[in-house]
């Protein structure tokens, strides 16, 4: 590994200096080297992203950055999502993909979304041809656009908008847009094959694409399709993902810590709690005596007290304790990279009705079926309260099928996998032409539709009123709060009720009957429809002295649609131990004007060969919350032929998604320590005399620790009625220099983006933090939110629903570069991008702890840098490609300066001194979590053969094999735990042959 790292320094310190060297520009054509005069030559007008009027050149004063198929291509890239979640401005933030197997994200299982510049999915819009694309997905919180729905085969190149355009495109637009351009007029076809195969076994992934099109005089028809299919990665077929180490380090030596497995002699692995009984108090873990197994001494902690059971874990035990039960294969089996498979068929085509009039439509239908491999968990307690009615149904001591007494907890884990089966639609039919009026206009009138029709299931699931009844049959069989889910059952095909202390059903191996009883599968449905007409026209409205001065005007009427259709028992919360929702159901519509002007202001003046003003504002009416305006001004100032100052500001909004404003009352769980500020605080050094006061004021002892308490049940609810737009201020400042003398480009941009009303969950934690804080307590009106028993002090619920509630500010600097020189009889070229975030903050209502993103791998966020690199170079029919894509450093939390790689947290007994204390740098008996990530850089290299009518390609991703960083999270890795963008498959070769007629 050390020869690893070392190349991978020396191939970022002279890429670095090349980069130096060559600081390259924004897109080949938007900074592209001015042509001698003698060159001159007209350029079509064409529309660039961030603006409505047409441009002889990408000279806006918008930053924009181009991706190309050609890019994608020799990167080895699997899919559009790919190649954007790995571009500078998304790298270094968390990026929701196929790796988030088991977490619960916006869009559902599966998706992959796009988030720019950390500030979230849904506040960047994405662009299909320039118009606005619907959203796909699962469940009730279908939101951002599912670009897992566009083929690449398909795609041209990427524009990406790096400020807002509220102004120009409407709501969501606030970090950035993102205009996937396809191909449009294709003569001939092209049939290609691109495989991708990892040293290691498990994900594997293969495409298959074909096109055929058609250009004649008065028009074009072309037909697409594309078959992808990605093969699952399960943690087993990585070493680090299947073991799930404490990853824990000696406070002074720096050495690992952790305990060592005496039948392996490696660290030992900590998966997956399943097949012991928990004594909540005193937290005593026991697993039934097997006969024929072999247990630990009594010296070595086995110590338990119940005949039939030995004590196990690594809670309380001296460090020459090393047996390790926990193991099952279920952990090896659940996917790290989710499987899936996607179909879909394009078509674009356009007819010249007339001379100046031209009808045209893209169709397309995109399937998407995925899939998770997880593992579920049975939390089986013998004082189980139930949530549903507040009953508490105890299994007395007495019982046969308890043995240890009404405290004690069952943990047993089963195989339970997800599903997915999104189709999408889309169509888009319009007329456009151009009237001879002033010059030329051109007009635009089109309607688009879209809808995401999916279905999808949760896996296998527990009945939540059977599990609240225990294992006692007959009670299973009367006390059946919802109805309908347990009269059908023979209640004398378990007569003795569920041993749940019995190896057996520890370790998950139930009975058919058992299996009946417990467990169910179903499916819900989920659809989202977005439709919308626009019109619009653009030219020169007036001359100046200094050029002509361009507009652009049209307008936007836009209804969406949800319609989430959970199954009848997660609708009706009979869902127990996982997240489930009632239906999600609602509508918006909006009616929207917009303008934009383009203003020559000086020409051809000392210090100013061009100066040019551009001017753009939105209304928008929304029928959910009302109505707002948003503006923009840009100014694009060209100093000499080589340097361009520019210089962006503007307002933008993102209204409440449909799923914020209806959520059908989604409900999670809480452990109880998680979200109560009077827990244990007896023990605690930062809670105010406020909060102690407030706590005693309601008979919370100081000493209350929850033990025995089932988990808080947590709702999340719409906001219709309440929540409002979110609203945000944008600067840029750019620097752009393209000197004569070279092919070199460079473009230096600074930006800052803030945005208010921010719609968020405030979070259980926070709102009983905000009622315990309170000098007005009890009728603070976020004591209204919860709810706690009245004897045992235990929070039973909390309202959580989105509102108006944080604040972001993001500031930072992209640099990106381009550079071409002829070399050894072919031609170099360079290109580098690189984004590094100097703010990104969020702070939520009422002065809470403010969130810094910029360093850290909190929340679905990352690192402060990110960046990407190119070589390319070219010679005759070969094409030989180097490529480096970087992850900065990053920090769960600020370090102290003399902390180094470590941070001292609560103490992991590994004396008999107990848990609970505060580990300091003094103490001989504390162990130190690792809690930042490495920069992390993957490289790529590529050969390509071109032959008549042919091509031939084969590559290396990740060529050194570099894995995660890691944490001491009690997770296998900060990969999918933190930040999607992290390599979890490791080296692969891919290939591709391409055949074009």
Not at 655 to 674: K, V
Not at 867 to 883: C, E, H, I, R, V
């Amino acid at each position: 590994m050390s020869l690893n790292k070392n190349i991978l320094l020396g191939t970022t310190v002279i890429t670095g200096v090349l980069s130096l060297i060559a600081v390259a520009a924004p897109a080949h054509a938007q900074t592209a080297p001015a042509a001698p005069a003698a060159e001159a030559q007209e350029v079509e007008a064409i529309t660039v992203t961030g603006s409505r009027i047409r441009r002889s050149e990408f000279t806006a004063s918008a930053p924009i950055q181009v991706l190309t198929s050609e890019r994608a291509e020799l990167e080895g890239q699997a899919s559009i999502s790919a190649v954007l979640q790995n571009s500078s401005l998304a790298a270094g933030n968390g990026q929701i993909n196929n790796q988030y197997t088991g977490y619960n994200v916006t869009g559902g299982p599966g998706v992959s979304t796009i988030s720019l510049r950390g500030l979230g999915a849904n506040r960047t819009l994405v662009l299909l041809n320039g118009r606005r694309a619907g959203p796909a997905g699962v469940r009730g919180q279908v939101g951002p656009f599912d670009l897992g729905v566009v083929p690449e085969s398909i795609v041209e190149r990427v524009e990406i908008l790096k400020d807002g355009a509220s102004s120009v495109y409407g709501s969501d637009a606030v970090a950035g847009v993102v205009n996937i351009i396809t191909r449009t007029k294709l003569d001939g076809g092209e049939l290609k094959i691109w495989g991708s195969n990892p040293i290691d076994k498990g994900g594997s992934s293969y495409r298959i694409t074909g096109a055929y099109g058609k250009t004649f005089d008065r028009g074009y028809a072309n037909i697409s399709g594309e078959y992808f299919r990605q093969e699952v990665l399960r943690r087993g077929d990585r070493d680090d993902t299947a073991c799930a180490a404490d990853y824990l380090f000696d406070p002074k030596t720096g050495a690992r810590k952790d305990y060592k497995d005496s039948l392996t002699g490696e660290f030992k692995c900590v998966n997956l709690g399943n097949g012991y009984v928990q004594r909540v108090a005193g937290s005593m873990n026991l697993m039934p005596v097997v006969p024929g197994q072999t247990y630990p001494t009594a010296a070595q902690g086995n110590d338990s007290p119940y005949p039939g059971f030995v004590r196990f874990n690594r809670i309380g035990f001296p460090s020459t304790y090393s047996y390790a039960p926990q193991s099952t294969p279920l952990f090896d089996r659940a996917s790290t990279v989710s499987p899936e498979i996607r179909s879909t068929v394009a078509f674009n085509g356009g007819y010249q009705l007339t001379d100046n009039i031209e009808a045209y439509t893209e169709l397309m239908f995109s399937e998407r079926k995925s899939a998770q491999y997880g593992v579920g968990q049975i939390f089986q307690s013998f004082a189980q309260r139930n949530t549903l009615n507040g009953a508490v149904n105890y299994l007395p001591a007495s019982n046969p099928n308890n043995t240890l007494g009404a405290d004690a907890l069952t943990i047993s884990a089963y195989a339970s996998d997800g599903h997915q089966d999104v189709k999408y639609y889309r169509a888009v039919a319009g007329l456009r032409g151009s009237i001879d009026w002033n010059g030329g206009w051109n007009w635009d009138l089109f309607g688009q539709y879209s809808k995401s029709d999916a279905t999808y299931d949760f896996g296998k699931r527990v009945y939540l009123d059977r599990f609240v009844a225990l294992n006692s049959p007959n009670v299973a069989c009367t006390n059946n709060p919802l109805g309908g889910n347990v009269s059908n059952f023979n209640c004398s095909a378990l007569p003795n009720g569920i041993p749940w202390m019995s190896n057996r059903v520890l370790q998950g191996q139930f009975t058919q009957a058992e299996k009946d009883f417990l467990f169910f599968d179903e499916e819900g449905t989920t659809e989202y429809s977005h439709a919308y007409i626009e019109g619009s026209a653009s030219g020169d409205l007036f001359r100046l002295p200094t050029g002509a001065v361009a507009g652009a005007f049209g307008f936007q009427v836009r209804k969406e649609r949800i319609n989430d259709k959970p199954g009848t028992q997660a609708a009706t919360r009979n869902m127990a131990l996982y997240t489930s929702a009632g239906q999600t159901k609602g509508t918006d519509s909006v009616k929207e004007v917009f303008g934009e002007l383009d203003v020559p202001l000086v020409r051809d003046a000392r210090f100013m060969e061009s100066l040019d003003l551009n001017l753009s504002g939105r209304y928008s009416d929304y029928d959910s919350y009302g109505s707002n305006a948003t503006y923009k001004v840009g100014v694009n100032w060209r100093v000499f032929p080589s340097v361009t100052l520019r210089y962006t500001h503007g307002t933008s909004f993102r209204a409440p998604s449909l799923y914020e404003l209806y959520l059908g009352n989604q409900i999670g769980y809480s452990a109880q320590s998680a979200i109560d500020p009077c827990f244990d605080l007896a023990n605690s050094t930062t809670a105010s005399q406020t909060t102690r006061t407030n706590c005693a004021a309601q008979g919370i002892p100081a000493d209350y620790n929850a033990l025995g308490g089932s988990s808080a049940s947590i709702f999340s609810t719409g906001g219709i009625g309440n929540l409002k737009a979110e609203t945000a201020d944008a600067n840029t400042f750019g620097f752009v220099w393209s000197p004569r003398f070279a092919d070199l480009n460079v473009a230096v941009d600074y930006f800052t983006i803030e945005v208010d009303d921010q719609v968020r969950q405030f979070g259980a934690l926070n709102i009983l933090r905000q009622c315990y804080n309170s000098a007005d307590f009890a009728t603070n009106p976020f004591c209204s939110l919860f709810t706690r028993d009245p004897t045992k002090h235990y929070v039973l619920t909390v309202q959580n629903s989105y509102v108006n509630v944080a604040n972001q500010v993001n500031r930072g600097i992209d640099l990106t570069t381009r550079y071409g020189q002829d070399l050894l009889g072919g031609r170099l070229v360079l290109n580098s991008q690189f984004t590094w975030a100097t703010k990104n903050v969020t702070t939520l209502l009422g002065g809470a702890a403010p969130l810094d993103y910029r360093n850290t791998t909190y929340n679905f966020d990352g690192p402060g840098f990110s960046g990407n690199m190119q070589a390319t170079w070219k010679k005759d029919d070969w094409t030989f490609f180097w490529g480096v894509n970087m992850i900065g450093k990053g920090s769960d939390i600020t370090q102290p300066a003399n902390m180094g790689n470590v941070f001292p947290v609560t103490k992991y007994s590994d004396t008999a001194n107990g848990v609970g204390n505060v580990c300091t740098a003094a103490s001989n008996s504390c162990s130190w979590y690792k809690l930042h990530t490495e920069f992390t850089a993957y490289h790529t290299f590529s050969v390509k053969k071109d032959f008549e009518g042919m091509s031939a390609q084969v590559g290396i991703n990740n060529a050194f094999d570099e894995r995660p960083p890691a944490q001491s999270s009690g997770q296998f890795r900060v990969g999918t735990a933190a930040i999607g963008n992290y390599d979890m498959i490791g080296r692969r070769i891919f290939m591709s042959v391409s055949k074009k007629w």
